[in-house]
Every structure is written in structure tokens, then in C-alpha cells.
């Protein structure tokens, strides 16, 4: 019975967790590490293990930390089954296929700047579009929350709402080996509690052995309420200014929770209806019409909104832009239109477009509603940068530039220490966040009961057993 950490370890992204059991190896999560160029060599790096002898890979979620190796691991010989609830599934499909088409994009562009220099050398993407469709042929076996699973003889794995994005889940995994039983529950990434469109985290159990993600491992979220208050006078103040609001947004939730906020701030009167909507992200567009197809996963409330005619998403002046030709129409709005396009941290997609564009203009706004990476265009201009390059120009920075930081869809410290305390862990493994926030957030677990471990690190489970008795849910 045997636990090893390749990836996410003293760091936030590239999750990924072998437990090997009564002969059957297991992946939690195959997550890309994301981030920057040196992030890549970590994606081409070798696995750590054979790729061909993992059996099954459960995935916590869809967000690309956490599936984005998928494809790799079919290309290097995965043949065994990935086990999801439904919406993971399906998100898993859009972010998988992005990713192949942005590091297929990447790879040509580089092969040309390259050519045009005399290079011979050939550039070639992490996976393409047809590893993307080879792994989403392994998505054989869909779970539902709260139902156990018998994964193989001796492991039983149940997955719980992790309250984080659509279909995100925690994973207890029961074990059973010559008689040793452990339990392990694999955080996943955890949700905030209070949200509006998605439930909170649900009550772990107790365990045996604890691996937990720490984003926000040492902080607290502003509430929730006063960021929506904060969001709707950025957008009233602008138009008053005759400016536009741009707000780059991140695809898969945040996109969803800002179109229910403007919902509601156009239903309660405090948005004007005359406002023009523009959400010019193809995977945000197909994200929010999963809300739909996976309303069961939502708070209650927002489920009956979403099964009725009152859609929560559908703003009045909302326009949907899926091609390029609807993105580049937006132009034309100097002003009174709130825009939202990807990717939420700059780094790339339309989003840079309508910074060049409303940038340098002092009666609008840039309105950030995520966490931005040091080294990031977003980083930039939160930072203050008078001038920054967007699309190989130099724009300046005049517009108003908010940045809200109560919209996280990550649990912040008190909430991941109120959700740990219900496990009374013999052993906790903290993973998935900065070296520093994990060192912080350690302080606050029993001495002698916590570890950081580093890629590659392995631990006999036996360690932590309880041989006579199990725990229960
Ligand atoms: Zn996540």
C-alpha cells in the first residue's frame, strides 16, 4: 500500500497522486503544470512511473492543473479507464481540446519564427487534437456523488462535492490490503462556502491519511457580498463615464458566477437593462451551457432558476461570440458595454485584443475578478505598470483598474482548517499551493502530523493503518 506525489508538490499546479494496492495502481488527477517556459520541460518530463501500468486515473476535476496531462498519458501508454462524475467528463472535453489547439498553435508559431531565422530545429506540441480524442475515449466510467464505487478488489473510492467548479469533487479512497484497511481522502481543490451557483464543500470523513491543497492557505476572502457591490460600482461609474468595462474571466466558473451577479444586478434594479453584454470566450459560451446540461450539481436555487424560465445567465443585451468576426464587432463600443473574454490572467485569447482597445482609454475600466500570476499581463497592470505590450504594441495604461478579490472559487485558510478538522487525520500531506502559504497553513495543524513533500517522495501507507478498525462514514 504505497502513496507517491508527482506533481503539485511545494508548488500549485500539475496535480497528480499514484496509490499502488493489492496489485492495482491508481492515479489521482494528471494535472499540466502551468505557469511558464520552464513549466514546459516539468510537462515533457518523464512521469515518475510507467505510464502503461496505471490501471485507472479518478479525476478530482476538469481544470487543467488537474487533467491537463490526460492526453500525455494516453500518448505514453495509458490504456486504462478515467473515472468522473458526468460534468467533469464534459468540461474535461472543452479544456482538454483547448489545450490541443493552444499548444498545436504554439508549435507552429514557433516553427515558423524559427524557419524565418535559418533554424532547423522542429518545435512540436506537448499532445495534439488526436491524443486529446484518444483520452477522451478512456472516460468509460462516470460516478455520482456520495455513491461508492468498487474501483478493483480491495479499493473502493466515493466521491463527495468539493463545492469548487461544476462537477468538482473530493475523493475518499478506502483501501484493504493482507488485512490492513486505510482510509485516504484527497482534498481535491475545495470550494468557498456561501456561493450562489455551486453548493458548499461537503463534509469529509474521518480518515486515516489527508492529502489537501493550500492555495489560499494563508488568507482570508473579503465577503462576497461587498465584492458584488464593489463589481456593480465599477460598471455604473464607468458608463457614467461613457467607458466600456472589461473584465478578463477565466472559462469555466467565474464567467458563469459574473453573468448571475449581472443577472441579479439588472433583476434588483442596480445595473441599467440598456447594458450591452459581450462574452467573447468560445469555452466560457460552452461552459455556461454545461450549467445547464448539469444543474444538479448547483445549489438548489440556482438549479430551480436554471430548470425554469427565469434563466439566471441571460442578461438582457447578452450576445454570445463565438467567432472571430463577433469578437472583432465589439470594437465598435467605445462605450457602455461590459466585456468579458479569456484568458483570465492575460496571458493569451481574445482578451488582449480588448485590452489594446480600452486600455488607453481614461473613461474605461479593467475589472479583475481572479488571481494573477507574478510575471502575468494581468500582474501588470494590477501592479500599476504606466505603459504594458499588448499584441506587440505599446498601450498605455489610463483606464481605472479594479481588482476584486472576493469572487475565489478557492476555500480560504479558516475554511480549509474547518474542512480538515472533520478528517482528525492521523497524517496530512499538503500539496497544491506555495511553499510559503504551506509552510503557513502547517502551523495551524498538529506538530508532527503534517508533511510537504516533495515530487517523487513515496510513503508506505501501512505507516498510518489501523488494522482492526475502519473508519465509517
Ligand atoms: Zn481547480
Redesign the pocket.
Known amino acids: 500500500m504505497k502513496l507517491s506525489f508527482h506533481g503539485a508538490d511545494l508548488g500549485v499546479t500539475g496535480s497528480c497522486h499514484l496509490i499502488e494496492c493489492a496489485g492495482t495502481r491508481i492515479l489521482i488527477d494528471c494535472g499540466l503544470f502551468q505557469g511558464g517556459r520552464e513549466l514546459d520541460e516539468e510537462n515533457e518530463a518523464p512521469f515518475g512511473f510507467n505510464a502503461a501500468d496505471i490501471d485507472f486515473v479518478l479525476l478530482?476535476?476538469a481544470?487543467l492543473?488537474?487533467c491537463g496531462r490526460l492526453p500525455l498519458l494516453a500518448k505514453r501508454g495509458f490504456r486504462g479507464t478515467v473515472i468522473s462524475t458526468s460534468a467533469t467528463r464534459d468540461l474535461a472535453r472543452i479544456v482538454l481540446l483547448d489545450s490541443a489547439h493552444l499548444q498545436e498553435s504554439e508549435a507552429e508559431y514557433h516553427n515558423k519564427k524559427g524557419a524565418r531565422r535559418g533554424e532547423e530545429k522542429h518545435y512540436a506540441p506537448l499532445y495534439n487534437t488526436h491524443d486529446v480524442l484518444h483520452s477522451l475515449d478512456q472516460f468509460t466510467q462516470i460516478v455520482r456523488y456520495d455513491h461508492p464505487v468498487q474501483i478493483a478488489s480491495g479499493i473502493t473510492a466515493t466521491w463527495i462535492d468539493a463545492g469548487?467548479?461544476l462537477g468538482?469533487a473530493s475523493i475518499v479512497l478506502d483501501l484493504n490490503e493482507a488485512g490492513k484497511r486505510c482510509r485516504l481522502v484527497f482534498s481535491?481543490?475545495l470550494g468557498s462556502d456561501g456561493r450562489k451557483l455551486l453548493r458548499d464543500p461537503a463534509i469529509p470523513p474521518k480518515a486515516d491519511v489527508v492529502v489537501m491543497?493550500t492555495t489560499y492557505g494563508d488568507r482570508l476572502h473579503k465577503p462576497l457580498d461587498l465584492s458584488i457591490d464593489e463589481l456593480y460600482g465599477a460598471i455604473v461609474d464607468t458608463f457614467r463615464r461613457g467607458g466600456n468595462v472589461v473584465i478578463p474571466t477565466f472559462a469555466l466558473e467565474r464567467t458563469q458566477e459574473i453573468l448571475y451577479y449581472l443577472h441579479e444586478g439588472v433583476t434588483q434594479g442596480k445595473l441599467p437593462r440598456s447594458m450591452q453584454v459581450f462574452l467573447d470566450s468560445p469555452m466560457a459560451i460552452s461552459a455556461t451551457e454545461l450549467f445547464r446540461q448539469h444543474s444538479d450539481c448547483c445549489t438548489e436555487n440556482a438549479a430551480a432558476l436554471l430548470q425554469g424560465k427565469a434563466d439566471p445567465f441571460q442578461v438582457p443585451g447578452l450576445h454570445f461570440c463565438r467567432d472571430a468576426a463577433d469578437s472583432m464587432a465589439i470594437n465598435q463600443f467605445s462605450g457602455g458595454a461590459v466585456i468579458m473574454a479569456g484568458a483570465g490572467m492575460c496571458t493569451g485569447g481574445r482578451i488582449r485584443h480588448h485590452l489594446k482597445h480600452n486600455l488607453w482609454r481614461q473613461n474605461a475600466s479593467i475589472v479583475f475578478v481572479g488571481f494573477a500570476s507574478v510575471g502575468t499581463l494581468a500582474r501588470k497592470i494590477i501592479d500599476g505598470a504606466r505603459t504594458v505590450r499588448v499584441l506587440g504594441e505599446d498601450i498605455a495604461v489610463k483606464a481605472n483598474i479594479y481588482t476584486i478579490n472576493g469572487f475565489s472559487?478557492?476555500a480560504d485558510r479558516d475554511e480549509l482548517l474547518a474542512w480538515h478538522n472533520h478528517t482528525h487525520a492521523t497524517h496530512t500531506f499538503l500539496v497544491h499551493g506555495e511553499e510559503e502559504v504551506m509552510r503557513s497553513f502547517a502551523q495551524l495543524l498538529p506538530a508532527g502530523k503534517v508533511s510537504l513533500p516533495q515530487t517523487g517522495y513515496s510513503v508506505d501507507l501501512a505507516t498510518y493503518c489501523h488494522p482492526k478498525k475502519t473508519a465509517k462514514h
Open positions: 478530482t476535476h481544470h492543473d488537474h469548487h467548479i468538482s481535491g481543490d491543497e472559487a478557492h
